[in-house]
């Protein structure tokens, strides 16, 4: 059975008295077992085992705190109550060498030798070994496969719980392959969550808000129910930040040790990237920091493969949600810069990642990159991030198969008279629409995100929304002939599902694909849902868009734009991490980036200039103005106050009108009425020594000047 005798010091018994009935250990015993729940599917298996006729060797994986001990317990007391002598061997209290395993068996079986050990496994009644916290029998593994397990009797039960599934050594022998009954340990259902919350008194009202935070974890479950029971009254959603004891409480749980700081750094990727690729830490360190460090990514990517709580999937690892969410928190409670630093350089890594690549390998690339955007809580209302890929999305089929079921989506958005519209854009750019189906493949969801180089006659027949989408360009002063707009005509779904799943669809990959983007534009049937989401992603209402639409039969009622043609894609997303780096409470106004620009329509601009010249000396009222966001001011501002350069730029307008006696006279007009800051007109007038009727009309034609000389520089015209 072994090769080493029995050590008399290795299992002691109790120092008082025989632990009987009566005493602690039957209250706690009773306490643990008052205090489990679920786990139905697990004894189900378990009684299977016991059940067999053929030898087999039980084996539970699964990391720490998930319920692997409680649960050996409730086999234990299965075991028992069919008659079997069910004994735990666990290895935080025995070392994991040969001779103190024997001894130990030795003593649990009141056996005074190996030889009395083998008598009493083949002759008495039935034996149920539960090895747990195998993680640490690494030493006596080959042992433990070699020796021990083939010396037992059949009947012998064995079942090994630890953090680990099986190594290749049990699972490369054919023998072992065929005995090992293998069971990994999940997390605990939402029904036997909130009954585990239930029996630690924490109020019902409280345990949606628990599930979600710990993602049914037990351990969690009972760490988070001792602070939720101080909280009863609080409507404030609990988070792992708030509490760091627990933090490092489940960290220590998580991970015992990192081997170096190439490791943690593999390991914090893992926690906020969707999966992990050797290329992906390759990519994510710098040539010279490779050429330094002791390991190279394929070790810290194998590293990771081997942790208990990583999961591998197709597109590459990825972590069990409650340990993704813990280290994530504890990175983000330790180093706040840090985290903030990963953040960003892992958006512009998997960006580059993504523009390297094509098709639906480019679709599946932009799903890593937008997760990043999890970590914002604003934004889980609108983004199913657990479910970003898994619903079924395509082409509609060229065939019209779809025909029907997309006019049917379409016209409950917007009417049947918006068929015609949609009929044509599908025949000229059927590759830039998506339909969500359902299990049965029928389409429930619709997008359509249009490249457009302009607006065509053609197209503003077609489709009245593109006569008004035209006249908003124009005011927003038009496109140069290498630019192009990207239009979401089209975002419908059947059922909320379908909407919140079709947000996350390529709407926003075009953003940082189509080159020389000028304006984007998102439509919906109404544009009230959608204010926070667009709010987040810096487009601004459409208003006087929404104005021209509201006249149309079957369009759109609700509009968003960007204007891109000063901030660059990648400006932009850099705006989105900072964004998403954001807290619930954060007003998003805090976090606008200095080349964010706001597209103005000929009019809006014009009424903006109006009141910069009036508000030319009040430098409170000038920081307000809607030109300090406009495309002219950004680009010349630099890193220089924009109401400053607003009074430059008007200042500048007003020495290009020339040296004609009449330009001199408009710039005269402008500057004595509001750079000079004449009390009232007739006293401008007065100053300038002009007829009130010839001032008004000098004052009106050097106005519009002004704006014009603005305008053209807002355009990129000059």
């Given at each position: ?5 029995p ?18 250990a ?23 085992l ?7 060797v039980g ?5 720490g ?8 317990r ?13 004994v735990?061997?666990d ?18 079986l009141e ?13 008495g009644?039935?034996v ?42 049990w699972r490369d022998d ?21 009954e585990l ?13 628990l ?11 009972t ?21 760091p ?9 998580f991970?015992?040790?990192v ?16 999966h ?32 208990p ?32 630093k ?46 970003l890929?898994?619903?079924?999305a ?8 779809d ?47 249009l ?14 929304v ?24 089209y975002?419908?779904g ?14 926003q ?22 204010l ?6 810096d ?17 759109p ?36 980036s ?23 000396s ?54 004595a ?9 007739e ?6 020594s ?21 305008w ?7």
């Amino acid at each position: 059975m072994g090769e080493r005798g029995p050590d008399k010091n290795a299992a002691k018994q109790p120092l008082i008295g025989g632990g009987g009935g009566g005493g602690l250990a039957a209250h706690l015993e009773r306490a643990r077992r008052d205090a489990f729940v679920g786990r139905s599917d697990e004894q189900r298996w378990f009684e299977t085992l016991l059940a067999s006729e053929q030898p087999v060797v039980g084996w539970l994986y699964g990391p720490g705190g998930i319920g692997k001990s409680s649960l050996l317990r409730r086999w234990a007391d299965l075991a028992r109550e069919r008659g079997c002598t069910a004994v735990t061997l666990d290895l935080q209290q025995v070392r994991a060498s040969p001779s103190e395993i024997i001894a130990w068996l030795c003593t649990a079986l009141e056996s005074i030798d190996e030889e009395a050990l083998a008598r009493r496994l083949a002759a008495g009644p039935r034996v149920v070994l539960l090895v747990d916290t195998w993680e640490l029998g690494g030493a006596c593994e080959g042992w433990m496969r070699q020796a021990l397990l083939p010396s037992l009797p059949p009947q012998t039960l064995v079942l090994f719980a630890g953090r680990h599934a099986p190594s290749g050594a049990w699972r490369d022998d054919d023998g072992w392959r065929a005995l090992l009954r293998v069971l990994p340990l999940r997390n605990l259902t939402r029904s036997e969550s909130s009954e585990l919350l239930a029996r630690a008194g924490v109020p019902e009202a409280l345990h949606e808000m628990l599930c979600a935070l710990t993602h049914g974890h037990p351990f969690a479950l009972t760490l988070t129910a001792e602070l939720a029971r101080g909280r009863a009254q609080s409507s404030e959603p609990l988070r792992f930040d708030q509490a760091p004891d627990v933090l490092r409480t489940l960290m220590d749980r998580f991970v015992t040790s990192v081997p170096s700081e190439q490791h943690r750094r593999a390991l914090r990727i893992a926690a906020v990237a969707r999966h992990s690729t050797e290329a992906l830490l390759r990519a994510m360190t710098a040539p010279s920091a490779e050429a330094a460090a002791s390991e190279t990514p394929r070790e810290c990517f194998e590293w990771l493969r081997r942790l208990p709580f990583v999961l591998e999937g197709p597109r590459g690892l990825y972590p069990h949600d409650l340990a993704r969410d813990v280290i994530g928190a504890e990175f983000r409670w330790r180093d706040p810069e840090g985290f903030r630093k990963l953040i960003h350089q892992l958006t512009f890594c998997l960006l580059d990642l993504m523009r390297d690549l094509e098709g639906t390998a480019q679709e599946e690339a932009f799903l890593e990159l937008l997760y990043l955007n999890r970590i914002n809580p604003k934004l889980h209302d609108f983004f199913d991030f657990e479910g970003l890929g898994s619903g079924w999305a395509d082409r509609p089929r060229p065939d019209g198969a779809d025909r029907d079921a997309v006019h049917a989506l379409v016209s409950e958005a917007f009417g049947a008279a918006a068929r015609p519209a949609l009929d044509y854009w599908l025949e000229r750019q059927r590759g830039s629409f998506s339909v969500l189906r359902s299990p049965l493949g029928e389409p429930v969801a619709l997008s359509g995100h249009l490249v457009l180089a302009g607006i065509s006659a053609e197209d503003r027949r077609a489709d009245p929304v593109m006569c008004a989408l035209a006249d908003d360009i124009e005011a927003r002063g038009g496109l140069l002939a290498d630019q192009h707009i990207v239009v979401t005509r089209y975002l419908v779904g059947q059922g909320a599902d379908g909407d919140k799943r079709l947000r996350h669809n390529r709407q926003q990959m075009r953003y940082l694909s189509v080159p020389n983007l000028a304006f984007a534009y998102v439509l919906h049937p109404h544009a009230e849902p959608w204010l926070a989401a667009h709010a987040h992603a810096d487009f601004t209402r459409a208003s006087a868009l929404e104005a021209h639409l509201a006249v149309l039969e079957a369009a759109p009622r609700g509009a968003f734009a960007r204007d891109f043609r000063t901030s660059s894609a990648e400006a932009w997303l850099e705006l989105l991490v900072e964004r998403s780096l954001m807290s619930a409470s954060d007003d998003y106004g805090a976090s606008s980036s200095a080349s964010a620009v706001l597209a103005l329509s000929r009019e809006e601009f014009a009424g903006a200039v109006h009141q910069a010249l009036r508000d030319y000396s009040r430098p409170t009222e000038l920081a307000k103005n809607a030109l300090l966001a406009a495309r002219c001011v950004v680009l010349a501002a630099g890193g220089a106050q924009r109401a400053d350069t607003l009074r430059e730029l008007i200042d500048s307008a007003l020495q290009s009108f020339g040296d004609h006696p009449r330009d001199h006279g408009y710039a005269r007009a402008v500057r004595a009425t509001y750079i000079d800051g004449a009390r009232t007109q007739e006293a401008a007038a007065e100053r300038l020594s002009m007829a009130f009727s010839t001032y008004r009309r000098h004052l009106a034609r050097g106005v519009e000047r002004v704006t014009e000389w603005l305008w053209q520089r807002e355009l990129g015209a000059t």
